[in-house]
């Protein structure tokens, strides 16, 4: 293995022995704010630019929701987190039915099955912890229960965000929420499925990871904005 | 794929900027290829800044930031170490970027790695990392599209955010042809995508590794931030068990709270985008329980010259830089004559700084004069690097270098070279010139009398009217001026 503590030690009296520069105040900066009803249509109209489709959907009736629509696609697999609140909702909305897409728990390392999701699943499903309106965009905070590569490898993503974890801003979440004190292996933010520009500046979806998003914001019965606050 | 990718060095270019400019203006296709290139990137990124108030606000924020951080730097870079640390990510350090392509290797080697998929990294380019390993048996494929067009054609990126925006689809069309069994010409730009994916997803299956640069390190955290739009770069790090990221020991900030405010100046100002399609914050290697994430994570810190930029306070101003390209994009040289030109790893405005500075004016003292000092790119930058000053200062230190700075020697690697025989002479002549007043006064009436009589083409001024209209003597001297008008002491 190299030594690198006599290089250490250089670069870091080098940059000891260079005089010293101000450090400057922060000066003023405030992402944007959002009202109630503004929010959850600014974070509709940022994801659908990017390509992204939103369904606005009940809590209670999203795997139903899903299935239409992942049957309009042809999908056959579906990846989902290992013992979930939103797997379990799928097995008792899927389980039983003999048409409805194949079930499939990321319920080992991937080492052990890297083919199979790499080439074998159509779409994943993920649970979001939240959203940010000012860029349409989806916070993934991978667990366990939410590996990280159910974002990544099927060619369509579904992404359910509870509508009142939508936040105005990036700045709003990583401060208020407390990020600095409790980061995690790994967090993603998402807005929009896999795109390139790199030929001709034309842009071309699914080139690595998923070619479609579909995100599903899950309305509480009987929620008003107002209680949004 | 038939062909394995070529080592990504590029043919050596002789000559200067200005003998390989004169080649690229002549070059119609290149011409036309960045001429709409660097327009829809100049109407993109003013579409994302509708309000001046508002981007003067965040720019001072982002430029705050990034001062603040390399106010701190040997600080925050130990705190990052000792973080780092604590999560389970290995740090190394360079000093030169072939340290640092031993230590990629070094690590390679303990884990008996054979193949790379390696995410866009502009430090990777400086380390000429992949002409590396594969010397010693190891195969980088490069994951992002643009970087494997390049990586197919043996070239190097001639943008930092789009490598291959020198290309047309004809001629990566062709290009695929040749490289990808199976491969129909096409310049259908959803079909060569689909090719691509085709080819890097078992890629990405098989590698043994993955490398990735680093957009932004938090201090505070220890969390490597990467931007990407294409998801090879979150691949790249995510599904081979090992991840090793390379990045420039500038890229440091404080605080997670620093990030936000970067992240809406960086696409922005890059492509145009409000964000990236994926903000990849990497803490920590997998945990106990987790699925899936590499087991092994490993970050080298180099340095290659920038402790050297540091020890200067006008040029340390160069470090801020976050690698949006947006200066390139809005330059009037680079958009006429391209990325190639510059023959270096760092192109346009922002590369006419760093590279001097980073292989010295010896080598690339002529960059800083590839320059109009209009300014556009001083307008644009993000966090508000004064690139014009500091050119001057290397024009300025390329001839005289400065003592002042100097804290471990020249300020500048390769200062006092750009001082040629004939430029020295005529600055003797025209300080002895201007110590004699009779010498004086009999050149000036000469001059007046006989200066318009040149003819254009000879030597000293033929370089001048090449391109420009022939400077014209006035009939009357200043001091003949000034006497009319009745100065006594003129």
């Not at chain 1, 450090?23 to 390509?51: C, G, S, V, Y």
């Not at chain 1, 009940?58 to 013992?83: E, I, S």
Request: net charge neutral; proline share 7%.
């Amino acid at each position: 293995m190299h030594d690198s503590s006599g290089t250490r030690a250089r670069i870091l009296s080098r940059l000891r022995a260079a005089p010293p520069s101000p450090a400057p105040a922060l000066p003023d900066w405030r992402a944007p704010r959002f009202d109630a009803p503004t929010r959850l249509d600014r974070f509709r109209t940022m994801l659908e630019a990017m390509k992204a489709e939103v369904h606005e959907v009940d809590a209670a009736d999203w795997p139903r929701r899903l299935r239409t629509l992942l049957d309009n696609r042809g999908v056959r697999a579906v990846v989902h987190g290992d013992g979930s609140d939103a797997a379990r909702q799928l097995g008792e909305a899927w389980g039983a039915d003999p048409q409805a897409p194949r079930l499939v728990a990321y319920d080992r390392a991937v080492e052990q099955w890297k083919g199979e999701l790499v080439h074998g699943v159509d779409a994943g499903v993920t649970l979001a912890i939240g959203g940010i309106a000012e860029t349409g965009t989806l916070i993934l905070w991978p667990t366990a229960a939410e590996p990280r590569l159910m974002s990544l490898l099927p060619p369509i993503h579904v992404a359910l965000v509870e509508e009142d974890t939508i936040r105005d801003s990036f700045a709003e979440v990583v401060r208020e929420q407390g990020w600095a004190g409790r980061m995690p292996t790994n967090v993603v933010l998402v807005s929009g499925p896999s795109k390139t520009a790199d030929i001709e500046q034309t842009l071309a979806f699914g080139v690595h990871g998923p070619k479609e998003l579909i995100v599903l914001v899950l309305k509480r019965a009987g929620r008003t904005y107002a209680a949004a606050g | 794929m038939t062909v394995d990718a070529q080592p990504d060095a590029g043919a050596p270019k002789a000559g200067s900027f200005a003998e390989r400019a004169h080649l690229a203006l002549n070059d119609k296709p290149l011409r036309a290829n960045f001429r709409r290139a660097m327009d829809g990137l100049m109407a993109k990124r003013a579409a994302q800044f509708p309000d001046a108030a508002d981007l003067a606000a965040l720019r001072a924020r982002g430029a705050a930031i990034k001062e603040r951080a390399l106010a701190r730097l040997p600080d925050l870079l130990e705190q990052l170490e000792a973080r780092c640390a604590e999560n389970g990510i290995r740090v190394h350090w360079a000093e030169t970027t072939d340290e640092a392509n031993r230590i990629v290797l070094g690590i390679f080697r303990e884990h008996g790695v054979k193949t790379v998929v390696k995410g866009k990294s502009m430090v990777s380019e400086e380390m000429h990392l992949n002409a590396f390993l594969g010397e010693h048996g190891i195969q980088a494929i490069e994951s992002d599209l643009g970087e494997y067009i390049i990586q197919l054609a043996g070239e190097m990126p001639s943008h930092i955010v789009m490598p291959c925006i020198h290309k047309n689809k004809g001629q990566i069309g062709a290009l695929f042809a040749e490289h990808i069994e199976g491969q129909r010409y096409t310049e259908d730009v959803d079909e060569l995508t689909a090719a691509a994916r085709r080819v890097l997803r078992d890629r990405f299956a098989e590698a043994d590794a993955g490398i990735s640069g680093v957009n932004f390190a938090v201090a505070e955290t220890g969390t490597l931030v990467l931007v990407e739009n294409e998801g090879n770069g979150r691949l790249s790090t995510t599904l081979p068990p090992l991840h090793v990221a390379v990045m420039g020991i500038e890229k440091l900030v404080e605080t997670l709270d620093d990030i936000p405010p970067l992240l809406a100046l960086l696409p922005r100002s890059a492509t145009g985008q409000p964000i990236t399609t994926y903000v990849n914050m990497i803490t920590s290697p997998r945990c106990e329980g987790e699925k899936d994430g590499p087991r092994e994570v490993h970050l080298v810190l180099l340095d290659n010259g920038r402790t050297r930029v540091y020890a200067d306070p006008e040029l340390r101003e160069t470090l801020r830089c976050i690698r949006c390209g947006a200066c390139m994009n809005h330059c009037p040289v680079y958009a006429r004559v391209g990325g190639h030109t510059y023959d270096a790893v760092y192109p346009g405005p922002i590369g006419k700084i760093l590279t001097p500075q980073i292989a010295g004016l010896d080598v690339a003292g002529d960059l800083p004069h590839a320059s109009s000092l209009c300014n556009a790119c001083v307008e644009v930058c993000p966090v508000k690097i004064p690139i014009a000053d500091i050119l001057v200062r290397l024009r300025r230190e390329a001839v005289r270098p400065s003592a002042s700075n100097s804290v471990q020697g020249a300020a500048v690697k390769g200062a006092g070279d750009g001082w040629t025989l004939s430029e020295s002479s005529v600055w003797a002549g025209w300080k002895w010139l201007h110590a004699n007043p009779a010498l004086y006064r009999l050149g000036a009436r000469a001059l007046a009398l006989a200066g318009n009589l040149i003819p254009a083409g000879v030597p000293p001024l033929k370089a001048w009217t090449s391109v420009r209209s022939k400077p014209k003597f006035a009939p009357r001297t200043l001091h003949q001026l000034a006497r009319d008008k009745g100065f006594d002491d003129a």
